[in-house]
């Protein structure tokens, strides 16, 4: 490699190389494999031939127009058996993370704090409280919204997501 930041620009094409030809955890298979249909060969494969080469060596151009045609037909299966690897992936990740959710139940006419996050107008700085408050649950909603009232009964303008809200002990 290279003992200065300033030739990564060259050194690019052999990392992105290596990216596209390692087999990814999510689609089972590599995306050189997906985008072309076969593995990709390095050069030194093509100077010194390793057994793939010789055989497609050997067949005379009509077998070898063939065996083309029977790896395009494949191309399709390779990549639908990676959509369904993904998908399988995508279950076990999500399970997973759903294991580890805690559901948040607020019941009406609970007292909750509101968090204050930096985007919103009540933000102060960062050596102000994080929470606001109290209010009063008026009504839950499916998906774990909530909507709010303050104390003295005024109505927060929009529903409330349950992962930035908290209960509150008087």
């Known amino acids: 490699m290279t003992d200065n930041y300033k030739c990564w620009h060259e050194q690019l094409p052999y990392a992105l190389f290596g990216y596209r030809t390692m087999t990814q955890t999510s689609?089972?298979?590599?995306?050189?494999?997906?985008?072309?249909?076969?593995?990709?060969?390095?050069?030194?494969?093509?100077?010194?031939?390793?057994?793939?080469?010789?055989?497609?060596?050997?067949?005379?151009?009509?077998?070898?127009?063939?065996?083309?045609?029977?790896?395009l037909a494949l191309i399709d299966?390779?990549?639908m058996v990676a959509v369904c690897h993904g998908q399988l992936y995508?279950?076990?990740?999500?399970r997973d993370i759903n294991k580890r959710v805690r559901t948040r139940l607020f019941q009406i006419g609970q007292m909750v704090l509101k968090r204050i996050f930096p985007h919103q107008d009540e933000y102060k700085g960062k050596f102000a409280p994080n929470w606001q408050?109290?209010?009063?649950?008026?009504?839950?909603?499916?998906?774990?919204?909530?909507?709010?009232?303050?104390?003295?009964?005024?109505?927060?303008?929009?529903?409330?997501?349950?992962d930035a809200i908290k209960r509150y002990y008087a």
């Not at 494999?33 to 010194?48: C, D, F, N, W």
């Not at 649950?137 to 349950?162: C, F, H, M, T, Y």
């Open 133 to 162: 408050g109290p209010f009063v649950v008026r009504k839950v909603l499916s998906g774990g919204a909530v909507v709010l009232v303050e104390i003295d009964r005024q109505e927060w303008p929009k529903p409330i997501n349950s």
């Open 27 to 71: 689609a089972g298979a590599t995306p050189y494999l997906l985008v072309y249909g076969t593995e990709a060969v390095i050069s030194a494969e093509v100077e010194i031939p390793s057994l793939r080469i010789i055989q497609e060596a050997e067949l005379d151009n009509v077998e070898w127009v063939r065996a083309g045609y029977e790896k």
């Open 90 to 94: 995508r279950q076990r990740m999500a």
């Open 77 to 79: 299966e390779k990549r």
